[in-house]
């Protein structure tokens, strides 16, 4: 999957700060903003539940700018959500039918939805952003080879800064992770000083700088936005979605 993706960077020239320059990684479909989707047959209708409710959420949010629709017989360029290994995603619109991995067992749950689909329409993990080692401590030996990767800073020659570096971002890490942290010992560390950590990776919605990313991307205009009052509690099982066993997003793109 790794490689997949690295190679795909390599053809289209990998434009991705917090999101890709590259305009033509951006969706377009006949002339208009539109993301289209669809569901692989063997995705099972409980999980289609949840990832509708990450597309609801989507669309209220961003519907004005780049709605997320179902595919119509004659787009050419969609995402199709399948139950992968994992939770991944391509960065940005590739061309043709674009995977999409929502993993029934760890991915179905709206903030991972959501994380996904912004890869999709061109934003990268916020931690691996040129500017972050303004914002965060890297500590390289508390983390496991295979996933280092998620770790390394794009160029900014990819990368546009569409939004300012926010450690509360969906697009952010958490810092530590049963998959890649060693030991459950920290992979960074927070440069300012009362980060809640709890926070960090376990978002259930957008963040304001998540939004303010997409519709500067794509040219949209602002639009007042509010999270949802449960967004990014770890300990809060009210939500919807109930987050209670919810594990921060580990997912292994780019
Ligand atoms: C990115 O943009 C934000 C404003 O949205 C600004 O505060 C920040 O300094 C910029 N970062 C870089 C590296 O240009
Ligand atoms: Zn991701």
Redesign the pocket.
Known sequence: MLARIVLVCLLVGCAV?QGVKNENLRWKINGARRMAYSFDPRYPQQARQTVMRGIERWNQVLGDCLPLKPRKANDRDYINVYNGGGCSSMIGKVGGGQALSLAVNGCVYRGVVIHEFLHAAGLIHTQKR??RD?YITMHWGNIVDSWKSQFTKES?RNIG?????DIYSIMHYSNTHPSWSINNRPGFTAKQKKADYRKIGYGDDFAKSDV?AIRRMYRCPERKFTTDVNNNNRNNNNNRDGNKDRKPIACSNE
């Open positions: 700060a040129p500017d303004n900014s800064n569409y939004s300012a570096y303010q």
